[in-house]
């Protein structure tokens, strides 16, 4: 492994009122694709807290820079957990260890947010003096500029290779660049629902993707997560990334035939992880797995795996289950293995033996008690599993669900299990990042006409054209049966006599399938009447039109119907009718003619 370039390297002293000012710029990035997860309780953002209070020392601040001059922004290489916690302290998210709270007017940037109404005083209040005493704290912030990226990950790396607070999991995964760990951490984040449009993220944002045990308005609260809702990992697991080991297990084992061991040395060489932070040649077994993915394609592995995921977790929903109680754990044990042997015996009937799913309550009804006793799954306990005592398991699991299970024939059934990870990863990204993202509860009007709404698909046709003018790359997703307002939700609930699902207290789902039920129509024929009425809609781009109308699907989410409207560039500026529209922010805004340039200049440059 290469050793990393440094360029210039510099310790300064900056104050924590001049780090805040940078954050509240977003000049402060954390780039997903190595760093952690913020998974400080509030006692340890206390403690630290307590520390500056005291005047005591803390370790510095290790940050790249990125960019030149004032457009430039400092990527978080060390102290990630510590930036949180101190702008958690000013932002009255937690107080300090006496239980007193950052006064505002302390500092001139959290006073102009209470007066604005964005951030709110908590009681008791710190004293003045206290307060500003912590905005003084000098910090020492060790600023680099590297060569590339791959620099940057190395440093981070050696940072971390002799951290003792890291799992070896997140020794694995930290700094690593292959295909392998870019699907750990992607399929890890859609499920535990904590995923970001990209990989960096201002950490100003990095609270909506934190896993909380407290009942707050942001982040993952862990007992949600899927890994702990039904007993297969404990909270802890999910705080030292044993569930992105989980994933690891499961994407080698859909990879690699015959079914290898499992082991936490052959986990190593998966990813060519060593103690030596100078590496050494790529392992047989890290060229072997990259090979694989390559073989079967990236994207597609993600998708079948994701969909394999979805009928299980389809299963349990509908059962009302957690999968610990379903397939017979005792009370208090944990289950990862069991959630793999699972797994694997869904991935393999659905995606090398090319069924589907024909009864879902009959699979819940298979795997009722499959563990318990002489039951047909019995996995041994230790630290290592062979391939052969796997295989066994995995056929075993097959032979008892088959029955559930029918040739899938050459059409696709979007309303059957299988997206409703597109849908959560959808909303998830919202959160992030607004710009790409619009939702609709439906097409039909809330009052008592119940009629079509035109308007409302004028809005709709008016967003698509927007975000396709985003850029040749840009992707955009308009949601149906998501209702923004939890106003529209109350009227839906009492109108159409639904049950409401909530997604992180953001997003109510409320389905389309009740719009077809108003109508007195199939859900088919319903859904092909609002694809119809996308084709006509007349200052539409037609080829816009007909590609999105090609890309859309229904995906099963919640015990809802949700219609996905992906939109894609149409490789030039798309005009609504005579005008040209783009996003700002969550706003689509109509340009004026000096402002076309801006959107053609997107697309100059590219085939």
């Known amino acids: 492994m290469a050793s990393p370039t440094v360029t210039e390297l510099s310790v300064r002293s900056e104050s924590v009122q001049r780090l805040y000012f940078l954050y509240l710029a977003d000049r402060f990035d954390v780039n997903r694709r190595y760093q952690r997860k913020l998974v400080w309780s509030a006692a340890e953002k206390q403690r630290l807290v307590d520390s500056i209070l005291r005047d005591l020392p803390i370790p510095l601040i290790l940050v790249a820079e990125i960019g030149l001059g004032a457009d430039n922004s400092f990527e978080v290489i060390d102290g990630l957990q510590r930036l949180n916690a101190i702008f958690s302290f000013i932002e009255n998210e937690i107080p300090g260890v006496n239980g007193e709270f950052f006064d505002l007017d302390a500092l001139a940037d959290t006073k102009s947010r209470k007066d604005e109404g964005t951030l709110t005083q908590r009681m008791p209040v710190m004293s003045r003096e206290r307060s500003v005493r912590f ?38 995964q930290a700094g690593t660049i292959s295909p392998l760990a870019n699907l750990v951490r992607i399929i890890s984040s859609r499920i535990r629902s904590d995923t970001s449009p990209g990989d960096s993220v201002p950490l100003r944002l990095m609270p909506q993707l934190s896993i909380t045990n407290y009942d707050l308005d942001y982040g993952v609260d862990v007992k949600d997560i899927f890994w702990v809702r039904h007993g297969i990992l404990r909270r802890e697991d999910v705080r030292t990334s044993l569930d992105e080991q989980v994933i690891l297990d499961v994407l080698v084992d859909c990879l690699v035939d015959p079914t290898p061991n499992t082991s936490s040395d052959a986990r190593d060489e998966y990813y060519n992880f060593s103690e030596n932070v100078e590496g050494e040649d790529d392992s047989a077994r890290s060229c072997q797995i990259t090979a694989a993915i390559t073989a079967y394609g990236r994207d597609d592995l993600e998708r079948d795996v994701m969909r394999s995921y979805d009928v299980l977790r389809g299963v349990l929903d509908d059962r009302d289950a957690r999968f610990a109680t379903l397939v017979g754990v005792r009370r208090g044990g944990y289950s990862p293995r069991y959630f793999h042997a699972i797994f694997m015996a869904i991935f393999e009937l659905m995606f090398k033996e090319r069924m589907r799913v024909k009864d879902a309550q009959m699979i819940a009804d298979k795997l009722s008690g499959i563990t318990r006793g002489q039951g047909p799954l019995s996995i041994p306990g230790g630290s290592d599993w062979t391939g052969d005592a796997k295989r066994a398991s995995f056929d075993a699991v097959k032979g008892v669900l088959r029955p559930a299970f029918e040739d899938a024939g050459h059409s696709e059934d979007f309303g059957r299990y299988g997206w409703a990870w597109q849908v959560e990863t959808i909303m998830g990204n919202a959160l992030v990042e607004q710009q790409m993202f619009d939702c609709k509860q439906g097409l039909l009007r809330l009052d008592q006409s119940r009629e079509f709404d035109s308007s409302c698909l004028g809005k709709i046709t008016k967003t698509m054209s927007a975000m396709a003018n985003m850029g040749r790359d840009s992707v955009g997703y308009i949601m149906l049966g998501i209702a923004d307002k939890q106003e529209d939700a109350n009227r839906i609930a009492s109108i159409d006599g639904i049950s409401v699902q909530h997604f992180k207290k953001r997003f109510a789902i409320v389905g389309i399938e009740r719009e077809a039920v108003v109508r007195g129509e199939d859900m088919n024929i319903y859904w092909t009447w609002l694809m119809q009425k996308l084709r006509e809609a007349k200052t539409l781009d037609r080829r816009l039109a007909a590609q999105v109308v090609a890309d859309a699907r229904l995906a099963n989410y919640a015990g809802h119907l949700v219609g996905i409207l992906k939109v894609r560039s149409i490789g030039e500026p798309a005009f609504y009718g005579q005008d040209l529209y783009e996003r700002s922010g969550s706003e689509t805004r109509k340009l004026s003619t000096p402002d076309y340039t801006r959107v053609f200049s997107r697309f100059l440059g590219a085939n």
């Open 135 to 172: 905005c003084n704290y000098s910090i020492a912030l060790s600023v680099f500029r590297a060569h590339s990226s791959n620099s940057v990950d190395e440093v981070f790396r050696r940072i971390n290779s002799g951290g003792r607070r890291l799992s070896r999991q997140e020794l694995r």
